[in-house]
């Protein structure tokens, strides 16, 4: 009997220690885990809200010049031979990316990235719409050739959405790049901030060279020798098209 009681509190006082050496191991373990969270955390840049994104579109009315001979805007075209420029419209823009990065302290010596503003401008520099001068205002060939260089108008006007989605797109990728970023030292802010603002400033351009791309395919679509024939035939058989305008071309 007292052996046995012997052997139980014996039995008790071992289970009391391993239980505490268990405990002792969990609040060990919890606390490494804490400790690798925060390391986790502090190893990337989280981002507050997106930046503040404006695109300024600067654009122009289309202006239109009818003080060109069709000899003139076959020039102009440098078409050769292939068919008569009747109509002709010119369309230029200029862009420049600005873009705000200011340094975040979060620690001593690190500091994180961040994106404040994106703010490109995009502006028109020429949009022009000739149609050839010996096309009396009013007739049949002229409203043709208007209603044509009309569409050319629209497919350039469409530019400002499309950049504007761009634009859009870009600032979501810009806000994933940054918050997958790593701190830095101070010395190394000014030249990735230099590097960043360089390599997003050619990205917006590369997106708008696409879409310059895809506006010009547009123009080809509707600048095809069959829509030329179709149109050429819509005043009759007579008309300047086949008459005045041919002979100014000699």
């Known amino acids: 009997m007292a052996g046995d009681k012997a052997t139980r509190s014996g039995l008790s006082r071992f289970v009391a220690w391993g239980g505490g050496v268990f405990c002792g191991v969990i609040v060990l373990f919890v606390g490494l885990f804490n400790a690798n969270a925060v390391q986790a955390q ?27 001979s069709v000899r003139w805007l076959n020039r102009r075209a440098n078409q050769g ?42 502006e ?6 000739y149609v050839a001068s010996e096309l009396e205002r009013g007739s ?20 400002q959405s499309d950049v504007q989605r761009e634009l859009d797109a870009m600032v979501v990728e810009i806000v994933d790049d940054f918050a997958a970023m790593r701190p ?42 069959d829509e030329y024939d179709r149109l050429s035939k819509a005043c009759g058989p007579n008309s300047a098209f086949q008459t005045t305008l041919p002979q100014a071309m000699r």
């Open 81 to 122: 031979s292939r068919y008569m420029v009747t109509g002709l419209t010119e369309f230029e823009m200029q862009a420049q990316f600005d873009m705000r990065i200011e340094p975040v302290e979060i620690g001593i010596g690190q500091f994180c990235l961040r994106p404040v503003r994106v703010s490109p401008q995009v």
């Open 140 to 159: 049949c060939e002229y409203d043709i050739v208007y209603g044509h260089e009309g569409q050319h108008v629209q497919i350039n006007q469409h530019m």
């Open 124 to 129: 028109v520099v020429k949009h022009l719409v």
């Open 42 to 68: 502090q190893s990337r840049c989280t981002i507050p809200g997106m930046p503040d994104a404006k695109l300024s579109f600067i654009n122009r009315d289309p202006m239109l010049d009818r003080h060109r």
């Open 184 to 225: 830095v030292g101070a010395g190394e802010v000014a030249r990735l901030q230099k590097r960043l603002l360089r390599q997003y400033g050619l990205e917006f351009k590369r997106r708008l060279r696409a879409i310059d791309l895809s506006r010009r395919e547009d123009h080809r679509a509707i600048d095809t020798p």
